[in-house]
């Protein structure tokens, strides 16, 4: 009678090039309902984090208010952490990045979160192109208190008590491209072999990485007529693989001509998109990938993969030019330039 | 892969890897959860039920339970099953009541058993309860074989043995002890309806190098004296031993013989240490008496002078393994010498049926084993049964028990003119263990303790008697954390692909990544696959058919599953639960459709 997750791990259990093995990625046990998305995209960021990999003092997880907001606690419990108030993750995540560049950053945030109380402050996040992962877990309802619409949910997808959604939905990965972000992404919590490649592509992007990644809530949103349930995702889903290649390994699998699209990251690594299901159009043009998504929209379906890309972007530090170092490891000498040079400022101010 | 079919009871029953190990498949992990909960008594009736003698076994098992023991894979060793089988024997209350009635009228049948030993006794406790009339013949003056004439009553108190061979004889089995059977055709002249032979394997073989005749007087044959010192016969020894042999008996020689006077006893075997057929435990014990044990030795001469034995010589070898991994020892040249007072043989055992006519249709195979089938234990004489050692030749007891529960079925069919290859399936169960919200009737906790020692008496006390136990058991607080080590590998994780809406949580919960949804493949394949790498190949692949939304199949290896529960705990729909599942072999006369399967 006892609900702890025990210490043994399999014996043959993989070790990561830093020395790591996946036990050293996780958290505390879950809490939130059994069979949530949301902890599937937990596990999604402890094996993308463990085979990219990245060591975990080097992240730092960032969140909001909610189930999704939760869910740093139960991954990655040996790395850097705050869980903010609603919707102000974005705030804490660009001075928390201003003050130290040095750590892979990684939110946490839910549709609500994010599409409502968050909204303003994610549109800036975004257009500030702070270096980072941003992932919403989008489930389509409040699911903390309850599962009321939230304002991602589609127009005409059912409540539990049967009551249909009478608004328009936010599109957030659309939003995102029109603001201005140069990784966007979406996924789905069920798809693993696509979303771990995804986070690692977006862990390795330097720049705002956005996903999108559908997580249907179990208990409040997973009924017939929901547009965000289990089984209505699958099967509206029109999912383009996409593999990562981390910079060691060399590329060994070849695909026929034409039919993949390798895009180089700034750090060496490659993500590689296969042509014959879905992306069909050219990854680094903003405005056909917001064609597609409207498209598929339009059709029913749900685009899921890689959807944009832009890898020269200068970030926010590059934009604002700040210190290198983290603001903790300047000293005095390095704050304080001398009399010296506040002489000759003054002089310039005479 | 096809999907598993767990209707078919072997699957769980192997994934209870020490019931399954076990030759008589005791329901180890029902005993152990019962010392849990402090009900020895009932811990000891489960075990008295398949393996008859708890008490003796808890101390003297060959144990096969244990390296099957999953907790030796995930950790670093297996649950001390043995001795927390001496746990229950040793706590146990009043029996009153719980054996087997005997019923007052008997069927009419009356069966003969020669040989009181494990095997022997065995019949007769399946047979009694039935209304069998039985006679058992035995050369001793008491029951037990083996288990008395050979293991020392430093590691079997002779006080446990009579117990636990009391329960049997109490049934009302006519006991003709002392009385050596010379013909098995006048044991068939006596109008019995069946006739068990149970005599072991009773011959110790010799060592027939130079020197042997001359030196006679000090060189023993282990086995022969053993049971001179179990009778009383012999009570010392020289002061210099050399023990020859590497298996148990070797074992139990230079521990006896360090009781006798031996202050110099060497073990000196001719294989390497690893290769030794003795228990890895039995040769810590003897080690642990000051006894070395000297490997790569090949006797060549015993040494004499005036007719006294005064050492021996050996060749010193080498270990060689050649391409095939055959394993060969080859002379280095090298020769040794070691003075001593004493010889004692402990090089083999073998079958021996002088008192056996060959012509009362009993055929002989190699090496005088009789052609026994396998399954009924009938010998070519379809009256003869036999059973233990004088089967299959040398064993434990546990096989002998074992033998004996399957002779009692085949001997109950024989009697009622049935057919013996029509045997009664494994009773089994598996009910759902789920109590409520986090709860389960089992105790799914896992605990991280490592294996806990048996405590010994202390050896200036035990070297000097050798009428002392030199294990003294775990007290019940120890027996308690030990049993809390079991992981419940009978509670079954058992899958329902028709309510399972993938959401992965049971995958990512799951400590041990045992669980994963994929695409169908061969089992090679999937092998390679997993999550985590299947490599244990004596572990199933538990595959479910296509799931409903990505027609993808469910395959959980199940080498080193915690049974934790915590997939079921995790899984929405409960398209896993946790089900405690019992296999009970079914024993002689018990009502139960044959097995079909
Ligand atoms: C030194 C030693 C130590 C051992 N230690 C262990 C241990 O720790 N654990 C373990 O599991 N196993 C141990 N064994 C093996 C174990 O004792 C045997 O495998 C087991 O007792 C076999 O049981 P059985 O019923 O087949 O025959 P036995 O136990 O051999 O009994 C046969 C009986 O038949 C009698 N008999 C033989 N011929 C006749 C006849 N013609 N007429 C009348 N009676 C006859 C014999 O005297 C004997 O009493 C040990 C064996 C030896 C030699
Ligand atoms: C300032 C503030 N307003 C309202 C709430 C109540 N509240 C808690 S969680 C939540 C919605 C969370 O929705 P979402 O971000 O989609 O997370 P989910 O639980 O669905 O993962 C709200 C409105 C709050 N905690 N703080
Ligand atoms: S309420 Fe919904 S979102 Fe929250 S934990 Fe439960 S299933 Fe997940
Ligand atoms: S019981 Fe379930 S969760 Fe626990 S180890 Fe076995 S498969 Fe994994
Ligand atoms: S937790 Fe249950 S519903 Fe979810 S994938 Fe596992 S078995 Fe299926
Ligand atoms: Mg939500």
């Known amino acids: ?350 | 892969m096809k999907p598993t079919d767990i209707g078919n009871a072997e699957y769980f029953h192997k994934v209870v890897d020490c019931q399954y190990a076990c030759p008589a498949h005791t329901p180890v992990p029902e005993y152990i959860r019962m010392i849990s909960a402090e009900r020895y008594t009932d811990a000891y009736m489960v075990n008295w039920e398949s393996n008859v003698f708890p008490g003796i076994l808890g101390r003297t098992c060959d144990r096969p339970c244990e390296p099957a023991c999953r907790r030796g894979r995930v950790e670093d060793a297996p649950v001390a099953i043995c001795r927390l089988k001496r746990a229950a024997a040793d706590n146990k209350g009043s029996l009153e009541g719980l054996m087997p009635k005997i019923p007052r009228r008997k069927n009419g049948k009356n069966i003969a058993l020669v040989g009181a030993g494990p095997a022997s006794l065995t019949v007769a406790r399946d047979l009694m309860p039935l209304g069998y009339k039985i006679d058992i013949y035995d050369d001793q003056g008491k029951g037990g074989g083996m288990m008395r004439s050979q293991i020392p009553v430093f590691r079997l108190p002779p006080a446990v043995l009579d117990e636990e061979v009391g329960y049997i004889l109490d049934m009302g089995v006519t006991t003709h002890f002392n009385t050596r059977v010379e013909s098995l055709r006048s044991v068939l002249a006596d109008d019995y309806d069946a006739v068990f032979v149970g005599t072991g394997a009773p011959r110790g073989s010799d060592l027939d190098i130079p020197g042997r005749q001359e030196a006679a007087a000090r060189i023993h044959v282990g086995i022969d004296w053993l049971s001179s010192v179990a009778f009383e016969h012999v009570e010392s020894i020289g002061k210099r031993v050399i023990v020859l042999g590497g298996g148990n008996t070797a074992m139990d020689c230079c521990r006896t013989a360090r009781r006798l006077g031996g202050e110099d006893v060497k073990v000196i075997v001719r294989s390497e240490f690893s290769k030794m057929k003795a228990s890895p435990w039995e040769k810590e014990d003897a080690m642990a008496e000051g006894i070395p044990i000297l490997n790569n030795h090949v006797p060549r001469a015993f040494l004499h002078e005036n007719g006294k034995l005064t050492g021996m010589s050996f060749d010193l070898v080498e270990v060689r393994y050649d391409d095939t991994g055959r394993r060969s020892l080859v002379p280095t040249g090298e020769a040794v010498e070691f003075p001593c007072d004493a010889v004692l043989i402990a090089i083999g055992q073998e079958n021996a049926f002088p008192w056996i006519e060959r012509d009362v249709g009993v055929e002989f195979g190699k090496w005088s084993v009789p052609v026994v089938d396998p399954r009924t234990y009938q010998s070519t004489n379809p009256k003869v049964f036999f059973g233990g050692d004088a089967a299959l030749g040398p064993k434990n007891i546990i096989t002998a028990v074992a033998h004996g529960h399957q002779a009692a079925i085949s001997i109950d069919l024989f009697c009622r003119g049935q057919n013996l290859h029509d045997r009664p399936g494994p009773g089994v169960t598996l009910i759902s263990q789920k109590m409520g919200m986090h709860e389960w009737s089992y105790d799914n906790g896992v605990s991280d303790d490592y294996r806990f020692k048996v405590p010994h008496a202390d050896p200036a006390l035990t070297l000097k008697n050798r009428k002392l136990e030199v294990e003294l058991g775990f007290d019940t607080r120890t027996a308690l954390a030990e049993a809390q080590r079991c992981l419940n590998c009978d509670v079954q994780t058992v899958f329902t692909a028709a309510t399972c809406i993938e959401c992965d949580a049971c995958v990512d919960i799951c400590p041990v990544d045992c669980i994963n949804f994929t695409p169908d493949a061969e089992e090679s394949v999937l092998r390679s696959s997993l999550r985590a790498p299947a490599t244990n190949h004596e572990q199933d692949l538990y595959v479910s058919g296509p799931l409903i939304q990505t027609a993808r199949v469910m395959v959980k290896d199940e080498n080193v599953c915690l049974h934790c529960g915590l997939c079921a705990e995790r899984c929405p729909t409960g398209a896993w639960d946790m089900q405690k599942f019992l296999y009970n072999v079914t024993k002689a006369g018990q009502a139960c459709a044959p097995s079909k399967r």
């Open chain 1, 1 to 350: 009678m006892t609900y702890q997750r025990p210490n043994f791990r399999h014996p043959e259990a993989p070790v990561n090039t830093l020395g790591f093995t996946r036990r050293d990625y996780e958290g505390s046990i879950s809490t939130l309902c059994a069979g949530c998305g949301h902890d599937s995209i937990s596990a999604a960021i402890i094996e993308a984090c463990f085979g990219l990999p990245v060591a975990p003092h080097r992240i730092a997880k960032l969140s909001g208010i909610g189930c999704s907001s939760k869910t740093p606690a139960y991954f990655l419990g040996r790395s850097h952490g705050f869980n903010s108030v609603h919707g102000r993750m974005p705030s804490v995540a660009t001075g928390a990045n201003l003050a130290n560049q040095d750590l892979v950053y990684i939110g946490v945030s839910g549709d609500g979160d994010s599409a409502s109380i968050g909204f303003g402050q994610f549109a800036h996040v975004v257009r500030r192109n702070l270096n980072m992962t941003y992932i919403v877990e989008n489930n389509g309802c409040y699911g903390l208190t309850k599962g009321q619409d939230s304002a991602t949910a589609d127009r005409g997808s059912k409540s539990k008590k049967g009551s249909a959604n009478p608004y328009e939905a936010i599109d957030l990965a659309s939003v995102a491209l029109q603001l201005g972000a140069t990784f966007v992404a979406r996924s789905f919590s069920g798809d693993r072999e696509q979303l771990v490649p995804l986070i690692k592509a977006a862990l390795s992007h330097s720049g705002f990485a956005f996903l999108d990644v559908m997580s249907p809530c179990v208990t409040f949103n997973n009924h017939e007529g929901s547009t965000k349930s289990y089984i209505h995702v699958r099967d509206h889903l029109d999912a383009a693989p996409v593999d990562f290649v981390p910079v060691r390994d060399e590329i060994r699998a070849s695909y026929a001509e034409g039919m993949t699209t390798e895009v180089r990251m700034h750090d060496g690594s490659v993500v590689r998109l296969h042509k014959d299901s879905g992306q069909v159009y050219n990854i680094e043009d903003r405005q056909a990938a917001l064609r597609a998504i409207a498209e598929h929209d339009e059709a029913g379906r749900t685009l899921t993969g890689l959807l944009y890309i832009d890898r020269d972007a200068p970030d926010l530090h590059k934009v604002l030019g700040t210190s290198r170092r983290p603001l903790n490891s300047l000293k005095e000498k390095d704050l304080c330039p001398g009399s010296k040079v506040l002489d000759s400022i003054n002089a310039g101010l005479r």
